[in-house]
């Protein structure tokens, strides 16, 4: 029997457990998938918003502004790359014109700083390839980028080193609770616990209904993206947003903290959680969009396109409360954007909550909330990489070339205690795969390092879930 079951581990997961995690609790985080960040953690635009679009008096206003007070040191904490790029979102006409002034007095009423708004003549010294067309636009100096997939790996890793488990492949199927002790049943057998904080992101209202808590709906909407190669990455300076619509914040065009550049997304009502096909019509929808925020985009230097899907809350604002229809279970349910720019305040509040249940709780003696500092070998000087090839030899042997990574990075992934299983894990812990070739050259030779440090056959490593095979046999014996 463990104190508290996480379900989930995606960027809101992952950070309630390191929040938790300094505390004399025992915990476990489940995930029915084989990684972290592999729900909406791993796609989506990795923009810390500045926070004037919530509604003022929201949850959504409160943690967004909370989180992106904390994001730069989080993720200095954490290792994880940032910038603070600020943002602009743009009008193009006087009913969007109005709209922005409705963001800056909203941003204004909720104490935001360093925002204003500009003519369109500062907006084109800002961004010289925008287009003329533009009018004005909202400046928030305080937004910025970080690596979403890195923000959600690293908050779990801090969390697996202070002593939460993680549990990966365990599909929650059903929770029982007999005289204060729950039983969470899972694919993988049961585990018991005083306490269930319910993170399922999609399946959070299939989660909280098997404790008799139908109280909300989620609403699966997805959103597609097109990613450019990096000779397009300095395109735009600042996240530029379009005037946000009803269907939400609109297209955007943002260059990503490794220096592509990122459209998108659009947003469409789907009806399976698991859905993440990526389709023509919204791929050229996004193009066109682009287009409208500055004519320069090169559809020909898109190096892929993928699709992220909104858990959308029936409610319109985040679920994050114990339970009303069962004690000592806490929903965080609801999280759409700003979630990732919300997650370290999210986490801190929960733990909060749980020591409201559960009274007092110690810390341990000995916690740490920050991992080591370590730059990508691509982004170290002459002298840093020199360093790193004496102290590791494989330092000094490529096996990504598109993205400079080394045979010594994608180790130390795999043995890092919630390590890399998969290829795409690989990849999300050190780019491994994510350049210009997508992993033509670099995915035979990550399977071999995989397969030798995870000691399994080559033919049983995955790029992702369950039965993502690459090698099916020998073609010849
Ligand atoms: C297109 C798009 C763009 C976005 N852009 C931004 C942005 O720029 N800035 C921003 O702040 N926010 C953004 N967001 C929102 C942000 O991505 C989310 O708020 C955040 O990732 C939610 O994290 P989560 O942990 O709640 O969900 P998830 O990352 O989806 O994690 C939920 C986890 O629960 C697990 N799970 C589900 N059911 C079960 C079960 N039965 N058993 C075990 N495990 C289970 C899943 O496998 C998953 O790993 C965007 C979202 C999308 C989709």
Redesign the pocket.
């Known amino acids: 029997m463990v104190d508290i079951v996480i379900?989930?581990?995606?960027?809101?997961?992952?950070f309630v457990a390191r929040s938790l995690s300094k505390y004399q609790l025992s915990i476990c985080v489940?995930?029915?998938?084989i990684d972290?960040?592999?729900?909406?953690?791993?796609?989506?635009?990795?923009?810390?918003?500045a926070g004037y679009d919530a509604i003022p008096g929201t949850l959504k206003a409160k943690f967004?502004i909370e989180g992106s007070d904390m994001m730069e040191k989080t993720c200095e904490e954490l290792n994880v790359p940032y910038k603070k790029t600020g943002s602009l979102v743009i009008a193009f006409n006087d009913e969007e014109i109005s709209k922005i002034q409705e963001m800056y007095d909203h941003g204004t009423k909720e104490g935001i700083r360093d925002m204003s708004l500009i003519s369109k003549e500062q907006v084109l010294t800002l961004e010289p390839n925008l287009s003329p067309e533009i009018k004005g636009a909202l400046l928030a100096k305080t937004a910025a980028i970080v690596s979403?997939y890195k923000l959600?790996i690293n908050a779990l890793e801090n969390a697996v080193r202070n002593g939460v488990e993680f549990l990966r492949e365990?599909?929650?199927?059903g929770i029982k609770k007999e005289k204060e002790v729950f039983s969470v049943i899972?694919d993988k057998g049961t585990l018991t616990c005083r306490m269930v904080i319910n993170?399922?992101?999609?399946?959070a209202d299939?989660?909280a209904r098997m404790v008799g808590d139908d109280s909300f709906k989620i609403i699966p909407r997805?959103?597609e993206?097109i990613l450019l190669d990096k000779s397009e990455g300095t395109l735009v300076n600042h996240v530029v947003f379009q005037a946000p619509t009803m269907e939400g914040k609109g297209v955007l065009i943002t260059s990503t903290v490794d220096g592509n550049l990122l459209i998108?997304?659009d947003a469409k009502e789907i009806k399976d959680k698991d859905e993440r096909d990526t389709h023509r019509s919204s791929i050229d929808y996004v193009y066109k969009k682009g287009l409208q925020t500055t004519d320069k985009l090169l559809l020909h230097k898109s190096v892929t396109i993928f699709t992220?899907?909104?858990?959308t809350p029936d409610k319109g604002d985040f679920i994050i409360e114990e339970s009303r229809y069962c004690k000592g279970f806490i929903n965080?349910a609801g999280?759409?954007?700003?979630?990732?720019?919300?997650?370290p305040a999210i986490g801190n509040h929960v733990a909060l909550i749980v020591k409201s249940i559960i009274g007092d709780i110690s810390e341990k003696e000995n916690y740490s909330m920050t991992l080591e500092k370590k730059k990508y070998f691509s982004e170290m000087n002459e002298e840093e990489k020199k360093e790193a090839i004496l102290k590791n030899p494989l330092y000094g042997k490529i096996i990504c070339r598109c993205e400079s990574v080394t045979e010594g990075e994608i180790i130390d992934s795999i043995h890092q205690k919630a390590g890399a299983v998969t290829i795409d894990g690989v990849k999300r812990r050190t780019r491994a795969g994510m350049g210009r070739c997508q992993g033509g050259f670099c995915l035979p030779h990550v399977m071999d390092i995989l397969s030798r440090e995870l000691k399994v056959d080559k033919d049983k490593i995955q790029k992702g879930d369950e039965g993502s095979y690459i090698l099916t046999g020998r073609t010849r014996q």
């Open positions: 379900i989930g581990a995606g960027v809101i997961g992952s489940t995930d029915r998938h972290a960040a592999m729900g909406a953690s791993g796609a989506n635009s990795g923009i810390i918003h967004n979403p959600n365990h599909t929650v199927l899972t993170c399922a992101g999609l399946y299939e989660i997805s959103g993206y998108g997304p992220g899907v909104r858990a965080v999280i759409e954007s700003p979630g990732l720019s919300s997650a």
